[in-house]
């Protein structure tokens, strides 16, 4: 399964030239993660904060810019998941354009980590379920 949202490019996404700034599309992503916790895992990141003591941190991303996005376009985003490990998850990111062509690849990976200890603990077994879904092996996004 793929979970998709749509992002709207506003002017504070964009430079002078009127193309998004390299570095808005990680927090695109940030973005992304946030709405699939919340509507996909039903714990947005105040609530894994306040209610659960625990956080999905990125610590590894890798990124392909395939082609520019432009001020006033909706990005389509779509993501799964590649692999989950025993406290991460390995999440790839596609950000369509309007065209439905592929404007940014991104593979990522994140830890559950306790917010009080700061290091990574096991994924539970409520959020593996959860996630099982978008468990996609086959082509490695």
């Known amino acids: 399964m793929i979970f998709t949202t749509n992002l709207k490019i506003r002017f504070g996404h964009v430079?002078?030239?009127?193309?998004?700034?390299?570095?808005?599309?990680?927090?695109?992503?940030?973005?992304?993660?946030?709405?699939?916790?919340?509507?996909?895992?039903?714990?947005?990141?105040?609530?894994?904060?306040?209610?659960?003591?625990?956080?999905?941190?990125?610590?590894?991303?890798?990124?392909?810019?395939?082609?520019?996005?432009?001020?006033?376009?909706?990005?389509?985003?779509?993501?799964?998941?590649?692999?989950?490990?025993?406290?991460?998850?390995?999440?790839?990111?596609e950000l369509l354009g309007e065209d439905l062509l592929v404007r940014i690849r991104a593979k990522l990976v994140l830890v559950l980590m306790d917010l009080e200890s700061r290091r990574a603990i096991p994924l539970t077994e409520s959020l593996r379920e959860l996630m099982a879904p978008y468990l996609n092996e086959v082509d490695g996004r």
């Open 15 to 93: 430079d002078p030239a009127g193309i998004v700034f390299y570095p808005r599309y990680f927090e695109f992503f940030n973005t992304v993660i946030e709405e699939w916790c919340e509507q996909a895992l039903g714990a947005g990141f105040n609530r894994m904060h306040t209610e659960f003591g625990y956080t999905l941190p990125m610590v590894n991303a890798e990124c392909a810019f395939i082609a520019p996005t432009t001020l006033g376009e909706t990005l389509v985003a779509q993501l799964s998941l590649s692999k989950m490990g025993n406290s991460s998850i390995h999440v790839g990111i």
